[in-house]
């Protein structure tokens, strides 16, 4: 490597942008989580600086227990989110063990039909999917959205994890074959296992959407027994336009398990799309 | 496809593996049902309309209305410039900053990768619930954080409700979403940079391309079929956009619906608001169009973009 690439200045400047960027990232997140444990003076009066003895305040926290049925709402996204991401990856796995392990007549045409879901996007056929959900009484249930982000999780979850199926040995498989293990205790013993980093990759991607998604909530399961917590959070930061303390508290408690995970998951996430499943 | 022909064998000598089917069934039936099949009733309904109870097919009458019926045009096409333009600030902010972060991410031995990666990926693992809300709340005059922070850099008097604003509030919001998905290109093309070879790098710098010249010369060539992939996710994802609008904004996009975009625009024909009453063929017309919006985006990137850039395998 030539010093050129790595000289003194080059190498200040680079932190100086990376760290301002940095701080517009993480600017407005700090600014909330902080806010919400300040007293309705303190936000206004010095909303930059953190909460001190005087200006803190958990009035806001304190109301949205009190209002909010938030526990309910998190346990349905809890709920959804588990329940699509187990059928994403079981059902996904699956296919992509089909895929890139037996030839058959239609293989690359299934694998296209297959990809198509990954362009384009499935709000495009909510009028449909909204009159079938009518139609099989699961509207306001939690069915019909497990049943959605399924669908909507699949096509993604079949690419990537079909890659990385093709890289299992084959021998691995063939030796088992000939100790007597049927196809199914070949995918579920041996395979599954192996691609076990690949997986944890696609659930970070298939979670993320489902969880935060607004659309479908709003349209297919807006009862308030199946309101989700991003359904929920929308409601009732639109109720509470002027209690400042109650939304920056109700926007510190959706940003939290998020980021909870997102911290412990982040190098999963991130050697995922690094190692180039994102193709 | 029928599960049952797709697991029969090339050669008819073996006897049918049941077991590809069963593979293959839950995925295929789940996709087929929910999403494939929703999408093409979703494209027939556009050419019916419910007169008297029934449903009535009329065409392309549908359409018609949208295009020319200044009840419908009017808001469609703005809807449509509007997302054109949301388009274009995320092609021209969104993207270089990803492209300028990840080259500098990528230079050899700066330390603290690991944290600028994951501390500039948080806002896009937020839901737009609470980056709509958060950044209402930093842009407005009441509270006042974003005059107070101009202010320390002397530009207070730039300040204005920008969200309040018919000539500003599409670009704030574009750029809100720009700041929440910048993390996407950054990663990728982090990837894409990651996965040129040393000796390709090296090589450079024995001919004397080093720093600017070989970032132009050298890598960005290398990484065009990145820039392709996040300019056609972009586009996807923009002309499906629904969430931040609707959150910071409501359903009508104002101030003025001078923020409506096809997402919302869908949402309101489809469900109907405050004095317009739902009406699900017209949602399924304006769906219909960002459906063939999209697929044609995704035509010219499948058929021109990706066919003329060579992808390199090393």
């Known amino acids: 490597m030539s010093t050129a690439t790595r000289s003194l200045p080059r190498t200040i400047g680079a932190h100086a942008i990376l760290l301002t960027y940095t701080a517009i990232a993480l600017f407005p997140v700090i600014l909330v989580v902080m806010n919400s444990f300040k007293s309705r003076a303190g936000i206004f009066g010095a909303p930059l600086t953190p909460p001190t003895a005087k200006t803190f305040d958990l009035i806001g926290y304190t109301t949205v227990f009190g209002q909010g049925d938030f526990f309910h709402y998190f346990q349905n996204s809890l709920v959804v989110t588990v329940a699509s991401l187990f059928f994403v990856l079981l059902f996904g796995a699956m296919a992509a063990f089909a895929l890139s392990e037996y030839r058959f007549r239609g293989n690359t045409l299934m694998g296209l039909y297959l990809a198509l879901g990954i362009m384009i996007p499935i709000r495009l056929g909510t009028v449909a999917i909204l009159q079938l959900m009518v139609a099989s009484g699961l509207v306001n249930t939690l069915t019909a959205l497990i049943l959605v982000y399924t669908a909507q999780g699949l096509p993604l979850a079949i690419f990537i994890l079909s890659e990385f199926m093709k890289q299992v040995s084959n021998d691995l498989k063939n030796a088992g074959r000939i100790d007597g293990l049927s196809e199914y205790t070949i995918f579920f013993r041996l395979v599954l296992p192996l691609v076990r980093p690949a997986m944890a990759t696609v659930a970070v991607f298939t979670m993320i959407p489902i969880w935060n998604d607004l659309w479908f909530p709003l349209i297919l399961a807006p009862s308030e027994e199946t309101k989700t917590v991003t359904l929920g959070a929308q409601l009732f930061l639109g109720q509470f336009v002027t209690n400042w303390n109650a939304i920056l508290a109700a926007l510190s408690l959706a940003i939290l398990p998020v980021l909870i995970l997102y911290v412990i998951f982040s190098r999963q996430l991130i050697r995922g799309i690094t190692s180039g499943a994102v193709k | ?314």
Not at chain 2, 26 to 52: D, H, K, W
Request: hydrophobic residues 55%.
């Open chain 2, 1 to 314: 496809m029928d599960t049952e022909t797709m697991a029969e064998e090339t050669r008819p000598k073996r006897p049918i593996r049941w077991h590809v089917g069963v593979f293959l069934a839950p995925a295929v039936l789940v996709y087929t049902a929910i999403m494939i099949l929703p999408l093409f009733g979703t494209l027939q309904l556009s050419l019916f309309r419910n007169i008297e109870q029934s449903q009535v097919f009329v065409g392309l009458g549908n359409f018609r209305t949208l295009f020319g019926d200044p009840n419908w045009s009017v808001n469609f096409w703005n809807a449509l410039r509007n997302n054109v333009w949301f388009f274009i600030i995320h092609m021209l902010v969104q993207n270089p900053i990803g492209i300028l972060l990840a080259a500098l991410l990528s230079s050899p031995r700066l330390r603290f990768t690991a944290f600028y990666r994951t501390a500039i990926f948080v806002p896009t693992i937020l839901s737009f619930v609470i980056v709509g809300f958060a950044w209402k709340l930093i842009l407005s005059p009441i509270w006042g954080v974003a005059p107070h922070l101009m202010d320390f850099v002397g530009l207070k008097s730039f300040f204005t409700p920008w969200l309040g604003k018919e000539q500003y509030a599409l670009t704030a919001l574009s750029l809100v979403s720009v700041w929440q998905f910048v993390g996407i290109p950054m990663m990728l093309i982090y990837a894409a940079l990651l996965s040129i070879p040393d000796e390709v790098i090296e090589a450079a710098e024995c001919d004397g391309v080093t720093g600017m010249a070989q970032f132009w010369k050298i890598k960005l060539p290398l990484i065009l079929p990145s820039i392709g992939i996040i300019s056609i996710l972009t586009f996807v994802g923009n002309f499906n956009a629904f969430d931040l609008i609707y959150t910071a904004q409501g359903a009508l996009a104002g101030p003025n619906y001078s923020t409506d975009i096809l997402g919302t625009f869908l949402y309101r024909a489809f469900f109907g608001f405050q004095l317009q009453v739902g009406d699900p063929n017209m949602g399924a017309a304006i769906a219909t169009i960002m459906f063939l919006i999209i697929l044609a985006g995704v035509c010219v990137y499948l058929f021109l973009v990706q066919t003329r850039l060579r992808r390199y395998q090393f």
